[in-house]
């Protein structure tokens, strides 16, 4: 859970300190429901491309579409940004190149 902000707002700046407290609590709650993974990948620096391939892998299985083509570009997009975010995601990294070991022999 996230430390509260400290706010030393003018009266001007009261009902400006009430919505941005209100967007911290709705992400909050949206984030306590979200898996590891997802909360480790969304941690990094891969944050917004991570979102983007989630969203599109969502809308094609919900569409019935085939998903690898589907989100051919934005998946390429989050493995550049990984890479260019080793530190982060190097764990995701290991596991997805044993994977792709494991299917070639």
Same mark, same amino acid.
């Given at each position: 859970?996230? !430390?509260?902000?400290?706010?030393?707002?003018?009266?001007?700046?009261?009902?400006?300190? !009430?919505?941005?407290?209100?967007?911290?609590?709705?992400?909050? @709650? !949206?984030?306590?429901?979200?898996?590891?993974?997802?909360?480790?990948?969304?941690?990094?620096?891969?944050?917004?491309?991570?979102? #983007?391939? @989630?969203?599109?892998? #969502?809308?094609? @299985?919900?569409?019935?579409?085939?998903?690898?083509?589907?989100?051919?570009?934005?998946?390429?997009?989050?493995?550049?940004?990984? !890479?260019?975010?080793?530190?982060?995601?190097?764990?995701?990294?290991?596991?997805?190149?044993? #994977?792709?070991?494991?299917?070639?022999?």
């Amino acid at each position: 859970m996230r !430390q509260p902000l400290l706010w030393h707002c003018s009266t001007g700046e009261e009902e400006k300190h !009430q919505e941005d407290e209100g967007a911290l609590e709705k992400e909050e @709650e !949206q984030e306590e429901g979200e898996c590891g993974f997802c909360l480790f990948m969304k941690a990094g620096g891969c944050r917004e491309s991570f979102i #983007a391939w @989630e969203k599109c892998v #969502a809308e094609s @299985e919900m569409n019935e579409e085939d998903v690898a083509e589907k989100c051919f570009e934005v998946t390429a997009a989050l493995k550049k940004c990984m !890479q260019a975010h080793r530190d982060h995601y190097a764990p995701i990294l290991r596991l997805e190149k044993a #994977a792709e070991e494991e299917a070639a022999n």
